[in-house]
């Protein structure tokens, strides 16, 4: 069964923010991705731009559909203070995956809520992820698969790329792209799920 439709507008357009959303027993009555400027600002951090693009999808969104909470979350991959792409095609896809290859990287994942009233709430998730050392084939392979495709940092934990995680000290929804634990909290401090206390 298919959990009830809530008062809520989920800013992404990502199936897996749609399916962690409803582990915690909520389908969006809305789905609304925002079309907003992704660039980095110069010299900015990948935690910081994290926040910032996660408050500012919330905002795009909450204009449009007044008197209703919206949620914006924003996942983003660093090597060190480097923010890695989305990738958009396989170069760049193998660029982040060999850069990452046996060494540990930060996953930022940030939410925004927008409550009916305006008021925003916001959260950050870091986790830290090392992938064992992959060999060249390796690469080849789940390029060839598509996971890939439109991922923070070109993979996707929750497919065969969850195979080389050799540590993960965070949250796995977090690298998924939605952070169940503080996405609970705030939905919880909104009224749109019950509290238990920890908001």
């Given at each position: 069964?298919?959990?009830?439709?809530?008062?809520?507008?989920?800013?992404?357009?990502?199936?897996?923010?749609?399916?962690?959303?409803?582990?915690?027993?909520?389908?969006?009555?809305?789905?609304?991705?925002?079309?907003?400027?992704?660039?980095?600002?110069?010299?900015?951090?990948?935690?910081?731009?994290a926040a910032r693009m996660a408050a500012a999808k919330a905002a795009v969104v909450a204009a449009r559909h007044a008197g209703v909470a919206v949620l914006g979350a924003?996942?983003?991959?660093?090597?060190?203070?480097?923010?890695?792409?989305?990738?958009?095609?396989?170069?760049?896809?193998?660029?982040?995956?060999?850069?990452?290859?046996?060494?540990?990287?930060?996953?930022?994942?940030?939410?925004?809520?927008?409550?009916?009233?305006?008021?925003?709430?916001?959260?950050?998730?870091?986790?830290?992820?090392?992938?064992?050392?992959?060999?060249?084939?390796?690469?080849?392979?789940?390029?060839?698969?598509?996971?890939?495709?439109?991922?923070?940092?070109?993979?996707?934990?929750?497919?065969?790329?969850?195979?080389?995680?050799?540590?993960?000290?965070?949250?796995?929804?977090?690298?998924?792209?939605?952070?169940?634990?503080?996405?609970?909290?705030?939905?919880?401090?909104?009224?749109?799920?019950?509290?238990?206390?920890?908001?």
């Amino acid at each position: 069964m298919s959990p009830p439709a809530s008062p809520l507008v989920l800013a992404s357009g990502s199936p897996r923010r749609a399916e962690l959303i409803a582990r915690l027993g909520l389908a969006p009555a809305a789905i609304d991705p925002a079309d907003i400027d992704e660039t980095p600002l110069k010299g900015e951090l990948p935690a910081p731009y994290a926040a910032r693009m996660a408050a500012a999808k919330a905002a795009v969104v909450a204009a449009r559909h007044a008197g209703v909470a919206v949620l914006g979350a924003d996942t983003v991959v660093a090597a060190g203070r480097r923010i890695l792409p989305k990738a958009e095609n396989a170069e760049e896809a193998r660029a982040c995956l060999e850069l990452l290859s046996g060494r540990r990287h930060r996953v930022h994942s940030a939410i925004t809520l927008i409550d009916g009233e305006g008021r925003a709430r916001h959260r950050l998730s870091t986790s830290i992820v090392r992938f064992k050392r992959l060999a060249a084939a390796e690469i080849d392979a789940y390029l060839a698969g598509g996971d890939w495709r439109g991922k923070a940092g070109g993979y996707a934990i929750q497919g065969y790329a969850e195979s080389w995680v050799a540590m993960l000290q965070g949250s796995h929804s977090g690298v998924m792209g939605l952070p169940l634990y503080e996405t609970r909290a705030l939905l919880g401090a909104a009224g749109l799920l019950p509290s238990h206390g920890d908001a």
